[in-house]
């Protein structure tokens, strides 16, 4: 089994690209199933503020946002087409938007009564009320508007329309996936799988990509609880970092994304790469931990 061990929940369409990934990788994995809303205290003994779904870890090193993810899975699975810095231009800027805009759309597409059953069901009536309230509360605090419903609906169609065109072949952009096809996926899986909403009807190629997509399942998991979690995070020390030249380095830093759930994680800066800054955070039920965030989307400040 790999060390990967990710803190997600069933109904999180980022979860479901890297759930996806690591079913392509064919890497073993470790799930903590985590609140569909914070508080997530075990959770954020090891990131902090940091409260976006899902996060990865490998012993004393928690990985947020999954475009850091990705680079993890790829890196561990030997499959560099998974790392979105791996890919050209064209495909990075694909990513931007599916993953934020087309996300936004998609989201509000989903949305209706057909959701509002699953989430109950999974959760507790007074669990959905709170989630509803939680998601309210973090769209007014949002840097991005979500689109109205006639808007999304037009922005999805559009996109759809767009994937089709893409499809002249067996993915997006070649004959094999790439960090994209995950990434288009995921948004369209909360549309069509969950909301049971079968908008790719119409485009006989998205469809078939889609089941192609499906097919490489979820890989092999094994369930741990978050205090399992808590002590792999307690019994490791972080891995080695490379140090940056950066201004703010060694100093207390927090660092937020820049979009929708902008709650910073604080530490002390103490490295990363082109890619990624890491923060020493010193817990008390685990000892140090690293938190590995993304530069692109994201602002550091002096703490
Ligand atoms: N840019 C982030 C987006 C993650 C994201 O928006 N996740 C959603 C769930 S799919 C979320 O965290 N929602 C708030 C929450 O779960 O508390 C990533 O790539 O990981």
Redesign the pocket.
Known sequence: MSALILHHYPM????EKIRLMLGYSGLSWQSVSVR???PRPELAEMVGGY????VAQIGADLFC???IIATEIARLSGKPELALENNDEAVQAFVRVV?LEVFLACLVSASGSKMLGKLIKSTSLLEAMRFLKDRIN?GRNARVKALGPKQAKERVQEHLVSLEQMLKQDFLFGDSPNNADFAAFHSLWFVCDLAEKPVTLAFPKVHQWMDRMRAFGHGNQTPISSDDALDIARENEPRPVSRTAEKLMDQSVSIAPNDY?RTPVTGLLVGGDEQRRVINRDTERCGAVHVHLPRQGFSIREH
């Open positions: 999180s369409p980022f979860s569909e809303l914070p409260r976006k779904i899902p946002d999954t475009r993953d973090m759930g």
